[in-house]
């Protein structure tokens, strides 16, 4: 369901509902959620892992934004939960005026870059948000 939080579009997805799927042709926005909890996973070795549990506050979708790609694992709701849409040049520019949020992204990406983006359970750590 999309609707408006102010001059933001939002969308609201049930318990179970996908956000994006791995695979999925990337369409030029992130997602910030607003409220509840989303698993992102991904396909390894056949077997569906949890890499990381988002919370409010929490960034989707980037990664297939920058790299202008498709998205590289699923988001799927939790339970009942809403997210910001951010077009990437409203992004963009969000980066270019808020130097905390860059270092956030950049620090995201690296992890992801560096292999960091494996399951929590295996890399002997817990979930974490991006």
């Not at 001059?7 to 959620?33: C, H, M, N, W």
């Not at 996973?41 to 297939?64: F, M, N, P, S, T």
């Not at 040049?89 to 992204?105: N, Q, S």
Request: aromatic fraction near 4%; avoid cysteine; proline fraction near 6%.
């Amino acid at each position: 369901m999309a609707r408006q939080l102010g001059d933001v579009p939002s969308r609201t997805f049930k318990p179970g509902e996908v956000i994006f799927r791995q695979g999925d042709a990337g369409t030029g926005e992130a997602y910030l959620v607003h409220e509840g909890k989303v698993e992102v996973r991904k396909q390894i070795d056949g077997e569906e892992q949890v890499l990381r549990i988002l919370v409010k506050g929490d960034l989707l979708g980037e990664v297939a934004l920058f790299r202008d790609a498709p998205h590289s694992a699923t988001a799927v709701a939790v339970e009942r939960v809403t997210v910001l849409v951010i077009p990437a040049d409203r992004l963009e520019h969000m980066v270019r005026t808020h130097p905390g949020l860059a270092i956030a992204l950049i620090r995201q990406l690296a992890r992801i870059a560096a292999g960091d983006d494996r399951p929590a359970a295996k890399a002997g750590k817990r979930p974490r948000s991006p």
